[in-house]
């Protein structure tokens, strides 16, 4: 019997670099391995940049147009402070202003000391009706804005209770509360309870544990809550003009002032809010950083 030896393989003859590149990347890349894109996703996220914010860009210059009439106008008569200088001369501006600024802080304050307790029940614990509790908590914020309005309208003439400031606060509670849980449940799901568990071995009560451990590690989260919670209420109008009665907001006088021609000093105010909303995000990022090179 004759024996057979098996056959070798021949040399595999090298790939070509057309075939090993499209078996390798599926798609174009640059120096360093980035993948090269087409020119539509810049042209999408440019767009988007200018629409949100040329009307910013608008609010800001036309803040500082001399508007012979005293009324807001598209043609530009010259470069003017004089509304930054007169903002109290408006009658009734100013007083809607600082509403809407005490209304959202105090909302902001209350929801994270409500939204608080609630998002750590929700999502450290078990108990009967906690499905039912989130359910509530998203059904608030899919709800549609007239009918929350239309609904604590109802449920304040169904016990007598008056419209004015204090239905605008319960109301922009109300609401605030479920974005305030939303925040926080995702910080408290990233944050490990071994740390609480150590504190307690070592001989720390419960709430020594939370008011040392939990508390701290919470913190970054109920800012971005209540920063969230501040912004929602201060520029509401949907749901204030349910519940608002003789107060006035802002944004209520923003909008009765606009049936009649709407003072330059709105576009200031807009502007103050802008600026000061900018200035706490750059100090937030400038802390995040500093934290980070900290822990680095």
Request: glycine share 10%; charged share 10%.
């Amino acid at each position: 019997m004759t024996a057979v030896s098996p056959t070798r393989p021949g040399p595999t003859a090298p790939a070509s670099p057309v075939t090993a590149g499209a078996a390798v990347r599926p798609g174009r890349r640059r120096r360093g391995g980035a993948t090269r894109r087409g020119p539509w996703l810049a042209v999408v996220y440019w767009v988007v940049i200018a629409i949100t914010l040329v009307p910013i860009v608008y609010m800001i210059a036309y803040s500082f147009n001399d508007a012979p009439t005293n009324r807001l106008t598209f043609a530009w008569n010259g470069f003017t402070t004089y509304w930054y200088q007169n903002l109290w001369n408006v009658s009734g501006l100013g007083s809607a202003f600082v509403t809407s600024v005490v209304v959202a802080f105090l909302a902001a304050i209350v929801s994270v000391a409500i939204g608080l307790p609630l998002a750590l029940a929700l999502e450290r614990y078990r108990f009967p009706g906690r499905g039912v509790v989130s359910s509530i908590v998203f059904a608030d914020i899919a709800a549609p804005s007239i009918v929350v309005g239309s609904a604590s309208l109802s449920f304040f003439l169904s016990v007598g209770l008056g419209t004015g400031f204090l239905t605008i606060l319960i109301t922009h509670v109300a609401f605030d509360v479920a974005y305030v849980v939303v925040v926080l449940r995702a910080r408290i799901a990233g944050t490990a309870r071994v740390l609480e568990e150590a504190a307690s071995d070592l001989g720390a009560t419960p709430f020594q544990a939370f008011r040392l451990v939990t508390l701290p590690l919470l913190a970054p989260g109920m800012l971005a809550a209540g920063l969230l919670a501040l912004a929602m209420s201060i520029d509401d109008y949907v749901i204030t003009s349910f519940v608002a009665g003789p107060s006035v907001t802002f944004p209520l006088f923003v909008y009765g002032a606009a049936k009649a021609g709407m003072p330059p000093q709105v576009l200031c105010f807009g502007t103050l809010v802008f600026a000061v909303g900018l200035l706490v995000a750059l100090l937030n990022g400038a802390l995040n950083r500093r934290l980070a090179r900290t822990r680095g």
